[in-house]
Structures are given as C-alpha cells and as structure tokens.
C-alpha cells in the first residue's frame, strides 16, 4: 500500500430512482439515513477515509457470473448495473493498493441471485459478489476467494453459482431456514461432488444475539479461514440480524455487527439486506465501517431497550458448539452423494426447481410476465480429476423456452474446453 492509500474506501449508490414499490422496505432511504449519519460523525474527515463513485457494470461483467436466457435488459435495470459495479469498485481499490479495504454500501442488494437468472428473487436480480469476484479473477488473477455472507437470510444465490467450485469458499451465517425465507442454508448443505466443504452454512435459531453470532465465527468462521487462506475475504454485509429489524427475528446490535466484522477482517464488504431503515442501518454501518478502517467502535450508541442490549440463551450456544463439531467433522469426510447429485456415466446429475418471487424490473417485461416464475433445471457436471468439471445447464421457465448453457470453471482443463465445444457444435448442428 502507497502513502497515497486509502485506509478504506467507501462507494454509495443508493439508487434514487429505483424501488420495488413506493413503500417496499428495499429503497433509497435505506443509504440516505447512513450516509447523513457518518456526515455528523465525521467519518468522511478522516484522512484514511475516502469516498468514490461506482463504475457502470458492463453486460460481459454478468455474463461471468450469471447464465441469462433472456435480452439483459429484462432481467437488469441502470441501477442494478451500477448497483454491481460499486462492488466492482470496491475490489479493484483493494486489488490496485489504492485502498487497504472497502465496503460498498449500494442497492439493490444481490445475494439472492443465482446462477440462472430468469427473474428477481428476494429483492435481488443480479449478484453483486458473484460479479465483481469474477471481474478480478478475469483482471487481476485471484484464485481462491472467501465469501462471508452475514446477511440474516441465506445467500442461497451466492451458494448456487458457486455450489461446483472448489476454489470459492461460501460461508454463511442466518436465521435457520426453517424460520425463514428462503428456507434453505442447512448445516449439510456442504458443496457440490466435486466442491465438497467449500460450501459453509451456519444457521442460527431466531433470537440469537450477539454472543451467539461471535461464538459461531469463533468456532466455525475463523478456523476454516485460517485454514483455507485464501487470497481475497469478502463480506456480504447483510444487517437486517439487528435487532430492530421488520422482517426478521435476530437480536444482533450495532456495536455486536463491529465486533464480528473485526473477527472475520474482511478486505472488501458489500451492503446486502438491513430495513429498519432509521433505528439500525445508520448505527450498523457507521460500527461496521469504523472497525474496518481500525477506528474504536466501542462507543458508538444506538438506541437500545432499558433492559440494555438483547441477550444470547444459553441453549443458543451449546446449540452453536454442537454444530461447530458436525460442520468440521463433515468437512473431513467427502460424501459427493450426498450434494444432491447422482453419478452416471461420468456425469454428475441435479434436478432444481428455482421460485423467483420479485416482479419483473422493466415496464415491458411487469406488463407481460407473470407475477411469479418457476425455473426447471437440470444440471450434468462432467466427473474430471485434472478440473472442477464441465457444467452443463439445461433450464426453462414460464418466461423462456428450453435454453442449453455450457460453463467451464475459471480454471478449466484442455478435455473440459474440447467437450464444450463439442457438445456445442452438436447443438448448432
């Protein structure tokens, strides 16, 4: 790092001219409050803090990450572009040394997007991670990557585009998914055949506060980082844990979300969800944003209940214990088959049924499609020693015909490139 660099580097886009609905909880004034707040806090008069604009991402950008079956203009509006290129921002700061860290406080969010895009899903339409990491492999070479998604909802989009890689790990911490949507992130849900462990979920009963939530980055977080390495931490900053939240059942305070940053030292943070909008989001941020540019967040004061902040149960945390001994004990034992897939003739086979839940983002597209959209997929990942293996994607919807997607990880060996263009060419032919 230069004597010109920035301790961290801050991009807002809070989308002014984009929400679901007038009323939605996912909107402009989730930014707006934060960023008023770290004006009277002075943030912004630290010399280690500085602010940049967001790039516009560019349609390669979600081509890399996502499989679209649809023109992109259907499924991504201006701000979901711009949304995705603040995260791109944030890590080429980090990536050139012009910034030690950055967080990306933009919206929409994206964690809800996966692999296939037929739609929006959980508020998201395109994957803010998924992109910009795919951007820095391509411009910068990075291999292994971590994900830390501490968003209160699985990042279940996250989770598909990388289920097949080896080489990204994705660690999630939520609300069990029993309790809420989207209803998946079990603690065996570990990887694909071919990926096992390098998928992580940890999923906490409603109520955990902040003990609960340092105690599973303890036990379970913080090891397989240090064991894993890897070259890039990246935290899908999610805060609607807070305890004030609307649509969720944690107990997480402001100053319990800095603690936990500083425990999992992420060099690049992208907002994800949070709506309570003026009792957390402003205090979240501005503690999470103080712990990554090393500043005291000890002091920071949120309204909290007379009773002081909202405890932990202790059944909560034998409950964390007793899933840190499962999680590393199925880490260490592969069992492919149990990823969901069945092996045949050398491929790997996956049924998925994919409900997408958020309205289309265009009027031409809210006009003619229908409210809801379920995707059919099916998925044949070629058996390989030397790669993590061809993927074939076949997927339909109510909004797209049978559409066939070849995609060869980042690292693909000379057969896996052969076999797709030779099952391309028998397509076209």
């Not at 501490?150 to 080489?167: F, L, M």
């Not at 936990?260 to 309570?276: C, F, H, Q, R, W």
Request: net charge negative.
């Amino acid at each position: 790092m230069t004597l010109e660099s920035a301790r961290l580097g801050l991009i807002f886009f809070p989308a002014y001219d984009w929400a679901i609905s007038s009323t939605h909880p996912e909107r402009e004034e989730r930014l707006l409050y934060t960023h008023d707040q770290l004006r009277e806090e002075g943030i912004f008069d630290y010399p280690g803090i500085r602010e940049y604009r967001p790039i516009v991402a560019e349609a390669a950008d979600i081509y890399r990450a996502h499989l679209v079956p649809l023109p992109l203009r259907r499924v991504a509006a201006a701000p979901h572009l711009i949304s995705c290129g603040g995260a791109i921002t944030a890590g080429r700061l980090v990536a050139t040394g012009q910034a030690k860290k950055a967080f990306a406080l933009v919206r929409p969010p994206g964690h809800h997007a996966g692999l296939v895009v037929h739609g929006g899903r959980g508020f998201c339409n395109i994957n803010n991670e998924a992109i910009m990491i795919e951007r820095l492999r391509r411009e910068f070479g990075y291999r292994k990557i971590a994900i830390v998604d501490t968003d209160c909802h699985h990042g279940d989009g996250t989770q598909d585009i990388y289920w097949h890689d080896p080489d990204t790990l994705f660690i999630s911490v939520h609300q069990d998914g029993r309790t809420l949507y989207p209803g998946t992130g079990s603690y065996d849900e570990l990887g694909g055949p071919q990926a096992w462990g390098s998928t992580i979920n940890i999923p906490l009963p409603p109520a955990t506060g902040d003990a609960g939530f340092h105690l599973a980055v303890e036990l379970i977080v913080r090891p397989i980082l240090d064991e894993w390495r890897p070259e890039l931490v990246i935290n899908s900053a999610g805060q609607d844990n807070h305890f004030t939240d609307p649509i969720t059942n944690m107990k997480l305070t402001a100053r319990g979300y800095a603690k936990m940053s500083e425990m999992i030292n992420p060099d690049i943070a992208v907002l994800e969800g949070g709506y309570a909008i003026q009792g957390a989001l402003p205090y979240t941020n501005l503690a999470i944003i103080m712990s990554m540019a090393g500043l005291d967040w000890s002091k920071v004061n949120e309204p909290l209940p007379k009773s002081g902040p909202p405890p932990t149960r202790p059944d909560v945390l034998d409950y964390v214990k007793k899933m840190a001994e499962a999680i590393h004990q199925k880490r260490q034992k592969p069992e492919p088959s149990a990823s969901g897939s069945v092996l045949r003739e050398g491929w790997w086979l996956r049924e998925k049924r994919v409900f997408y839940d958020t309205h289309a983002v265009t009027q031409d597209a809210k006009d003619n499609w229908p409210h809801f959209i379920n995707e059919r997929r099916r998925e044949s990942l070629k058996e390989c020693p030397d790669c993590p293996g061809l993927l074939v994607v076949e997927t339909a919807s109510e909004v797209s015909s049978l559409k066939t997607f070849f995609r060869l990880p980042h690292n693909a060996c000379p057969k896996c490139r052969d076999l797709a263009e030779e099952k391309a060419s028998a397509i076209k032919s």
